[in-house]
């Protein structure tokens, strides 16, 4: 089979949408017609989509703190996580703790991040992410 043909033609009458919105039977949908509400994702998918993610949040904070490729891994791996999470937008707010990791005072990074109304919100996440500012380690 020709998929190329196919999709072509599902795009023609399904319309192509990258954002959900509600279909006419009131189904949440995105794509090519794709319905979230009865069919959701799989985990293959879900992976790929939050790859993609990860790939423009790095390009954002390239463009934004170019700096953050010279942490180790491990907090490059924090700080996207952050960002992941909060957007670059907001992450960029951070500016004591993206100030301190900067400079290097992992201990004052790992400290300011827990200080903020988002480590109240996202509880575990936010110390993960402090221990490794801290220690650069991931355990």
């Given at each position: 089979m020709n998929y190329d043909i196919l999709l072509e033609q599902?795009?023609?009458?399904?319309?192509?949408?990258?954002?959900a919105y509600q279909c006419t039977a009131g189904k949440t949908?995105?794509?090519l017609?794709?319905?979230?509400?009865?069919?959701?994702?799989?985990?293959?998918?879900a992976y790929y989509l939050a790859k993609n993610n990860i790939y423009e949040l790095?390009?954002?904070?390239?463009?934004?703190i170019s700096w953050w490729r010279q942490l180790d891994?491990?907090?490059?791996?924090a700080l996207i996580n952050?960002?992941?999470?909060?957007?670059?937008?907001?992450?960029?707010?951070?500016?004591?703790?993206?100030?301190?990791?900067e400079d290097g005072s992992y201990e004052e990074a790992a400290k300011e991040v827990l200080?903020?109304?988002?480590?109240?919100?996202?509880g575990r996440r936010a110390i993960f992410i402090s221990n490794v500012f801290l220690t650069g380690e991931e355990e």
């Open positions: 599902l795009k023609d009458f399904e319309g192509l949408e990258l954002k949908t995105i794509g017609g794709r319905n979230l509400d009865d069919y959701g994702i799989t985990e293959e998918e790095e390009d954002e904070l390239d463009r934004a891994d491990a907090r490059q791996r952050l960002a992941y999470n909060v957007g670059t937008t907001t992450l960029l707010k951070f500016k004591k703790t993206l100030q301190y990791l200080d903020s109304r988002w480590a109240d919100q996202v």
